[in-house]
């Protein structure tokens, strides 16, 4: 049986570790050809080694930098292009929070979270958007927050920058929805990830706020996240544009 997303290439941003690989990992099983790019270059070249298993042992090509620098998104679309031919799905994953009370921020903090969240997916699809406009066809999916929505606790400069993701995926299907190209964003809320350790360790009280808006009473699991955004990427799903669709236990219901 054809596998949902043969003969795709898909390029997955932040996928050394976290949602990102599993994502990955979950692609790559579905069928497509995998392109990473990543801050950490160890994590990159560990993620691309376990990925290369799961594609018949075809070597993953990697990028390396920081893609809230617009060279290196720019730079990653061409690893892609490079490597294939072609591009077909983009994933904007790259990011995590600095979750702080927003008094507490610094200013430098607070510029970070932004680059961190917001400018690598505007430079993603930039420089991503021309290629499928061309092939006449795509699929960008954004990793975006459920606390956009509910407003979570010591998540105000996130949401910042997680609210533009959100605002940039209407806009961007808007304008490509004549030319094959879809455009969604994943909002998960908590989710069982090194990132949410890190937070539970350094402030279980908050950690616990966080699980306690959630009427299923347990984070996300990373591959939960990862089948919707191969339901999204593929050619069955074109006709769903332009949403944020969470991925929550139900913490926010609309
Ligand atoms: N963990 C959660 O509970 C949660 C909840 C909602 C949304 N999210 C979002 O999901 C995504 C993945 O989260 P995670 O918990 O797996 O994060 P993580 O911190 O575990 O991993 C993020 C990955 O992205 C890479 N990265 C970060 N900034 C980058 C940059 N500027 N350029 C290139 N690569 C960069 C890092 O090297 C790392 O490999 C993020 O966008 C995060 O904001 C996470």
Redesign the pocket.
């Known amino acids: 049986m054809t596998k949902r997303l043969e003969g795709m290439v898909a390029l997955v941003?932040?996928?050394?570790?976290?949602?990102?690989?599993?994502i990955a990992e979950r692609l790559a099983r579905d069928g497509a050809r995998i392109v990473l790019?990543?801050?950490?270059e160890d994590?990159?070249r560990a993620a691309a080694r376990e990925l290369s298993v799961l594609q018949g042992g075809q070597q993953v090509p990697i990028a390396i930098?920081?893609?809230?620098d617009e060279t290196?998104a720019k730079a990653a679309v061409n690893t892609a292009i490079e490597a294939h031919g072609r591009l077909d799905i983009l994933v904007?994953?790259?990011?995590?929070?600095i979750i702080l009370p927003f008094a507490e921020h610094t200013p430098q903090t607070i510029r970070t979270t932004i680059?961190?969240?917001l400018?690598?997916a505007i430079w993603c699809c930039y420089y991503t958007l021309p290629v499928m406009r061309e092939q006449g066809f795509g699929r960008i999916i954004n990793?975006?927050?459920?606390?956009v929505r509910n407003g979570l606790w010591a998540h105000a400069a996130?949401n910042a920058a997680?609210g533009g993701v959100h605002g940039m995926t209407t806009g961007l299907a808007r304008e490509f929805a004549m030319d094959g190209i879809t455009v969604n964003t994943v909002?998960?809320?908590?989710?069982?990830?090194?990132?949410?350790a890190e937070?539970s360790a350094r402030d279980p009280e908050l950690a616990n706020k966080?699980l306690s808006v959630i009427p299923m009473g347990r984070?996300?699991e990373?591959e939960e996240?990862a089948a919707l955004v191969s339901y999204l990427a593929s050619r069955e799903a074109a006709f769903t544009t332009g949403q944020v669709i969470s991925i929550n236990g139900g913490s926010t219901m609309l």
């Open positions: 941003t932040g996928a050394g570790r976290g949602i990102g690989l599993a790019c990543n801050l950490d994590e990159a930098g920081d893609l809230s290196v904007n994953n790259a990011g995590g929070g680059d961190r969240n400018w690598t990793v975006g927050a459920d606390s996130y997680k909002a998960p809320c908590a989710t069982n990830t090194p990132q949410m937070i966080f984070p996300a990373m996240i």
